[in-house]
Nanobody, 127 residues
Framework: QVELVESGGGLVQPGGSLRLSCLAS????????VGWFRQAPGKEREFVAG????????TYADFVKGRFTISRDSFKNTVYLQMNSLMPEDAAVYYC????????????????????WGQGTQVTVSS
């Protein structure tokens, strides 16, 4: 059974950086897309960034453009989310997820389009 395992969360001061990792382990796993989502207390889960596994086509939520970068390492079966210039409002549990359907050049950005999810990693931004 393939699992998605996030790591790299933690406590960081405003303006700081973190790199989250999403490792697919446990077998052959070839989703069309891998996405990062986040959920803050009392809020709905929201899309952060997504990447098409084979072409590296990327898309970002407007609130992270210019600050976050999604990337992949196929050899390591890992997708990363580099987060810079973190703000207190970025604090949340961050989840990676995999979409198994092919949407062509469009990178899905809705929770319902992703079928497999990791357990999440907590990001806290505070001085």
């Amino acid at each position: 059974q393939v699992e998605l395992v996030e790591s790299g969360g933690g406590l960081v001061q405003p303006g700081g950086s973190l790199r989250l990792s999403c490792l697919a382990s446990g077998g052959t796993f070839r989703p069309y897309y891998v996405g990062w989502f986040r959920q803050a207390p009392g809020k709905e889960r929201e899309f952060v960034a997504g990447i098409r596994r084979t072409t590296s086509r990327m898309t970002y939520a407007d609130f992270v453009k210019g600050r976050f970068t999604i990337s992949r390492d196929s050899f390591k079966n890992t997708v990363y989310l580099q987060m810079n210039s973190l703000m207190p409002e970025d604090a949340a549990v961050y989840y990676c997820a995999a979409a198994m359907a092919n949407y062509g050049a469009y990178v899905p950005n809705n929770v319902g389009q992703y079928e497999r999810w990791g357990q999440g990693t907590q990001v806290t931004v505070s001085s």
